[in-house]
Structures are given as C-alpha cells and as structure tokens.
C-alpha cells in the first residue's frame, strides 16, 4: 500500500531496540482515510476465502480489523487483556508477550463470539516475531473455528514472523514491509506482500 509506506517514511520514527513509531498512524492517532484504506486492501486479498469473521487483538489491532470488516460486512472479534466480569464462560485463552509494554498478558475470547462455524481471518497491526499471532491462532483452534488468513498492516521482515508462521499454512499479506531499520542508514520500507 504506497500510501502507507510513503506515510512511514515521512512520519516513522526508529526507537532503541528495534522498534519503529508510527504513533501518528497505527498506534495512537488513527487517519481515517489512511484506515479505511487498509480495510479495502485487506477486504480484496480476503475476501476470496470467504470469511465470515475478522478477529483482532486489543488496542492496535482494533482500528485495521474494524476497517477490515466493515469491507467485508462481517463480525469484528478483538481478544481482551483483561476478563470482564460480563464474559460469559467458557472462555478461550492464551498467553503472549507485549511487545511495547513488555511482560505476558494473558488473551481472552468468549465461546459466544468465535466456534465452530467460523472461517475466520486474523488482522494486527504489526507483524514482527509472530508471536501474538500464534497466540490469537491458537485460540482459533481451541474454538473448533477455521483459520483463513493472516493480515498485518506493517511487517518487521527482520523479525521473521513470516517464517516463524509458515507451519500454519494459510496466507500471510502485510501492507508495508519494513526490511531493515537502522540509525545509521534509516528506514528501509517497501510496499507489503
Ligand atoms: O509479532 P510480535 O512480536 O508478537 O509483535 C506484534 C505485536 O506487538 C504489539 O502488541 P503490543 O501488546 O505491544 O501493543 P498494542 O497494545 O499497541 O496492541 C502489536 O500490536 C502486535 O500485536
Ligand atoms: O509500535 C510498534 N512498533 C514496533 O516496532 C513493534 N514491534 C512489535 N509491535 C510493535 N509496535
């Protein structure tokens, strides 16, 4: 997705220990127009296998996966952090590792929102160790619900969570691929794959 990528090279910002800001337009301040792009992309490359619901994690994954929905005029699903007392049991769990905050947190989904009867396509924002997207799948799994795809709107090829998810045997499209970040020599960004 050129837009995004251009937006990155005007606004990412590269942070100690491999992390890149993008504050501006992933992960605190969301442009609308930049946002329902993302979800018409998503909605085209998905939209062949059918699903009938897009599920996300909470907070970053939300605004993509929303968008991705109401493409595809299907059911949005985020995983909570925390229970809520109103999830009614039995929930699916599981555990992962917070990238930006640090520490495990724990995973929920509520039985009522993902089963069997699901073809579901996973939406994040970012794609780097793989990690978050195994827990979300293994959820899926638990659930009896069929997993279609995988969809991250900026990937860390050098963190590769491609290659760490390519046992799941399902498609993986991002819409800005990082190549390689440094101090020194930059943002090396191209468009998705
Ligand atoms: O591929 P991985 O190595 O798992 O990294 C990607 C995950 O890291 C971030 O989550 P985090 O909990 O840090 O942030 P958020 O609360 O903004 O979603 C991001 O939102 C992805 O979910
Ligand atoms: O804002 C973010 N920047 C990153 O580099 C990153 N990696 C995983 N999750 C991330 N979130």
Redesign the pocket.
């Known amino acids: 997705m050129q837009s995004l990528v251009d937006a990155i090279r005007e606004q990412g910002v590269i942070?100690p220990g491999?992390?890149?800001?993008?504050?501006g337009l992933?992960?605190h301040q969301l442009l609308p127009r930049l946002t329902r792009e993302m979800g018409v992309r998503f909605a085209e490359l998905f939209a062949p296998l059918q699903p009938n619901k897009v599920l996300t994690i909470e907070v970053?994954g939300i605004a993509p996966a929303i968008s991705t929905a109401m493409e595809l005029n299907v059911p949005m699903v985020y995983a909570r952090k925390k229970k809520p007392l109103t999830m009614k049991e039995p929930a699916f769990t599981a555990s992962s590792v917070s990238?930006?905050k640090g520490g495990n947190v724990d995973l929920f989904i509520s039985s009522e929102f993902l089963g069997p009867d699901d073809r579901v396509v996973v939406i994040d924002?970012?794609l780097?160790?793989g990690g978050?997207l195994r827990a979300l799948t293994g959820m899926i799994e638990l659930s009896g619900a069929t997993l279609l795809g995988l969809g991250c709107v900026?990937e860390?090829q050098f963190?590769s969570g491609r290659e760490h998810l390519a046992d799941l045997n399902v498609p993986i499209h991002t819409l800005a691929n990082i190549v390689r970040m440094s101090e020194q020599e930059g943002i090396e960004v191209e468009v998705g794959r």
Do not use: I, P
């Open positions: 942070l491999g992390f890149l800001k993008v504050d992933v992960n970053s990238r930006t924002d970012f780097a160790s978050t900026v860390k963190e």
